[in-house]
């Protein structure tokens, strides 16, 4: 068996001192940042095992950080029903959350934010994708973790997620049962699990369908770096109707079409996804896929506080189900060909 690691032998490699070392994980102050996520990361590279040298107890603040992406802030956006929804469980739970909003830098350095420490954390939930960088780095912590609203190869054993593949499959099924055959999907495969679950669903009833599966109805409608929306191109041959991954870009993408002379739904069918504001603001309201947020809240709260008590308990990933919910912006082809 190897020799036990110590902070003195982590403080000798990086030549700093054990002091240094011993705020960086009791999370005092005297430490910047930078310098403690590089303390944290030489720890686990040389298998350091966290406790170790102090035999007390890690006694249980109640408080819960929450990270979310800055990107995914936006006024209307689909988020803050998570957001409510995690904060009126946790207070069920007589619990208290820390919301932190992530920007592009400390997402790019992978920068824990320190009041997460200084405040002894019991737990972290990861809002939205973020990058595998920065999952890394928040794992390096050691702090119990669950992960809402995407999953990748680092995330799925602790994570919950709408069932996204099941609803598209569901609502391009809808389209189809209304005569639709050509159908675009709109959203970027690159940018995230959801999007990229959601037109794998889409995929699944074209083919059952014996609907030729085609790379020129598949639209991008974000930047795969930054995120942020970009202008749909529309194909030179239009489809029936567009399969949107959120109701954000179905609501931009009926403007869109309505700007170049197409109604929605009288010439083309548009669908959303989220069940947001966006779908009820627009003209028509957009049919949309409900994603039950407050149940994803819910349970995601549970299973951090479960892991916080069981540190080595399995979650897994938690698949939530939602509805369709039917709304103004689909046409049946069906009645068109019974008439002719």
Known sequence: ?????????????????VVSVSKAFSGQSGVSSELRQKIIKTADIMGYRYGEESPKKKSHSGNIGVIVAERYM????????????IS???????NYAFFHTLTPYSEEK??????????????IIILGQVSDKYI??????????????????????CCVVCNNF????EITNYLINNGHRSIAFVGNIHSTSSIQDRYL??????IENNIRLSDYFLISDRDTETGELIQPQLPAVMPTAFVCNCDEVAAKLITQLNRVGYRVP?????????????????TPNITTFEVNTEQMASIAVDELLSKIKTPNKETGMIQVKGKIVYKDSVASLNYAAEAK
Not at 74 to 85: E, L, T, W
Not at 136 to 157: G, M, W
Not at 166 to 169: G, I, M, N, T
């Open 1 to 17: 068996m190897g020799k036990k690691v110590t902070m003195r032998d982590i403080a000798e490699r990086l030549g700093i001192s």
């Open 74 to 85: 936006s006024d209307n956006s689909f988020y803050f029903k998570f957001i409510r929804g």
């Open 88 to 94: 009126t469980k946790l207070q069920q739970k007589k």
């Open 110 to 123: 992978a920068i824990i934010p320190d009041i997460f420490i200084r405040q002894k954390i019991d737990g």
């Open 136 to 157: 890394k780095a928040v794992r390096n912590t050691k702090t119990p973790v669950i992960f809402l609203d995407f999953y990748n190869q680092l995330t799925s054993e």
């Open 166 to 169: 099941y609803a598209s499959y």
């Open 201 to 206: 669903g889409y995929a699944k009833s074209l």
């Open 266 to 282: 009288e010439d083309i069918s548009v669908t959303g996804f989220d069940n947001s504001v966006y779908s009820s603001i627009s």
